[in-house]
Antibody, heavy 118, light 110 residues
Framework: QVQLQESGPGLVKPSETLSLTCSVS????????WSWIRQPPGKGLEWISY???????YYNPSLKSRVSMSIDTSKKQFSLRLTSVTAADTAVYYC????????????WGQGTLVTVSS | QTVVTQEPSVSVSPGGTVTLTCGLS?????????PNWFQQTPGQAPRSLIY???TRSSGVPDRFSGSIVGNKAALTITGAQADDESDYYC??????????FGGGTKLTVL
């Protein structure tokens, strides 16, 4: 089964760029849909983006101007970049995978807390 | 902008049946929205329960079922157990490659 592990800085300064990586094991990175989802402390889930190998990424319209997502097949990783962060971007960030377009996320990483603070 | 709606909180008695719903602030949910349901307990990553309206994810007991009821997606839990007490989220596919989550339902088993 696919296993996912997020990595990246736990603290980012306001106005800087948040960068996270998700490492994939147990499955081919070219066979699945890969997503990023976040959850501010004490709040609900927010879908950020997804990508399928060989395709273009899709983004939440509310974040589209600041977010980008990419796949590195050689490293079996996919990444998230969120620019110009503010305190509102403080959240647990999850990477996730799905084997079908009709499932937003089947397998989830454990999540990583990113705090935006000076 | 269309909002995905869920009941903020619902309660059920142990052994009972409960239905959580997922709707739209404008319009009706249909299978083309590929409703998904997730369960989340505090401090844990969400767990996929249902995708594409009524397909159970691997390992999910058949006490959990998904459907369309009226103009909403529905998650029904039969024979509720204490460890079903969790937050439940739905997400809908809105087209153009985008998904939107509902605000979540806190289920209490008492």
């Amino acid at each position: 089964q696919v296993q996912l592990q997020e990595s990246g800085p736990g603290l980012v300064k306001p106005s800087e760029t948040l960068s996270l990586t998700c490492s994939v094991s147990g499955g081919s990175i070219s066979s699945y849909y890969w997503s990023w989802i976040r959850q501010p402390p004490g709040k609900g889930l927010e879908w950020i983006s997804y990508i399928h190998y060989g395709g273009s990424p899709y983004y939440n319209p509310s974040l589209k101007s600041r977010v980008s997502m990419s796949i590195d097949t050689s490293k079996k990783q996919f990444s998230l970049r969120l620019t110009s962060v503010t305190a509102a971007d403080t959240a647990v960030y999850y990477c996730a995978s799905s084997h079908t377009i009709s499932a937003a996320a089947i397998r989830w990483g454990q999540g990583t807390l990113v705090t935006v603070s000076s | 902008q269309t909002v995905v709606t869920q009941e903020p909180s619902v309660s059920v008695s142990p052994g009972g049946t409960v239905t959580l719903t997922c709707g739209l602030s404008s319009g009706s949910v249909s299978p083309s929205y590929y409703p998904n349901w997730f369960q989340q307990t505090p401090g844990q990553a969400p767990r996929s329960l249902i995708y594409s309206t009524n397909t159970r994810s691997s390992g999910v007991p058949d006490r959990f079922s998904g459907s369309i009821v009226g103009n909403k997606a529905a998650l029904t839990i039969t024979g509720a157990q204490a460890d079903d007490e969790s937050d439940y989220y739905c997400v809908l596919y809105m087209g153009s490659g985008t998904w939107f989550f509902g605000g979540g339902t806190k289920l209490t088993v008492l």
